[in-house]
């Protein structure tokens, strides 16, 4: 199986800051609208403030403490994007397609944005490792 029959749609792309109020203020500044107020994802420890920027959202992520796999991504000179989000319209079955494309999920939470269930797994494209997280919409969520 590919990786691409488990992308549905593109839910919005994680940018990895240092400094979320600052970041924030870049992007509002470059014409993007927040969605909703900046909230600890105390599972992931990160502090994260979504918004959208022409017609894409994207999720500002910032660590919360030096262990954060953020700050990890940050203290190697990472920084800007660094996952893309996908709609998937069921996890419970997830773990074996992702299996059966070469893929390890690798983190699974409930207390993604909006409360909405997520899961992170990583590919292997060629050598570089590729961060997808994957999120459960609700059934009645419209596509956007």
Do not use: C
Not at 8 to 22: I, K, Q, Y
Not at 29 to 56: F, H, I, R, S, T
Not at 88 to 94: G, K, S, V
Not at 99 to 127: I, M, N, P, Q
């Amino acid at each position: 199986m590919s990786i691409g029959a488990l992308f549905e749609r593109v839910h919005h792309v994680g940018v990895a800051v240092r400094d979320l109020p600052a970041a924030t203020a870049w992007f509002v500044a470059q014409g993007a609208v927040l969605v909703g107020d900046p909230y600890a994802d105390l599972a992931q420890d990160v502090d994260v403030q979504m918004l959208e920027l022409a017609g894409l959202r994207h999720e500002l992520v910032a660590p919360r403490s030096p262990s954060s796999a953020v700050a990890r991504v940050l203290a190697r000179g990472g920084g800007g994007a660094y996952h893309v989000a996908y709609a998937h319209a069921d996890l419970a079955e997830l773990d074996e397609r992702v299996r059966a494309a070469g893929g390890l999920v690798v983190s699974r939470t409930t207390h993604g944005w909006g409360g909405l269930e997520v899961a992170f797994a990583v590919f292997d494209a060629s050598g570089t490792p590729y961060l997808a997280e994957f999120v459960a919409l609700p059934p009645a969520s419209p596509p956007r």
